[in-house]
């Protein structure tokens, strides 16, 4: 990433954290919801950050991974990255039985 581009993100985080609509307070919605549940949204939002900060470096967590099993509703193939960049990843799946359909497309 380019120093410029460094600086747009920057820029960028920071303007997101001033805008009154992720505070609490400057948030209708959000203090709606709070009024409506009797306080468990806020709870439930604390809980889910405290969990990010443990296990997610911070970061918000983007998927509810409890729902995906290995062999019931997710699959694990062999793979290699061909190519790596800030943008993107090329991955190759390798084939794990004997026949494989071809799909053209």
């Given at each position: 990433m380019t120093y410029q581009g460094k600086?747009?993100?920057?820029?960028?985080?920071?303007?997101s954290i001033a805008a009154p609509t992720n505070c609490l307070l400057g948030n209708p919605a959000a203090l709606q919801k709070a009024f409506d549940s009797g306080g468990a949204s806020l709870l439930r939002g604390t809980k889910n950050w405290v969990r990010d900060m443990l296990n997610n470096r911070g970061m918000p967590t983007q998927v509810n991974s409890s729902s995906f099993k290995v062999g019931e509703n997710l699959a694990l193939t062999p793979r290699s990255a061909l190519y790596r960049c800030e943008v993107f990843?090329?991955?190759?799946y390798r084939p794990v039985t004997e026949t494989v359909c071809e799909r053209c497309g």
């Open positions: 600086l747009c993100f920057v820029v960028d985080l920071c303007t990843e090329l991955i190759e």
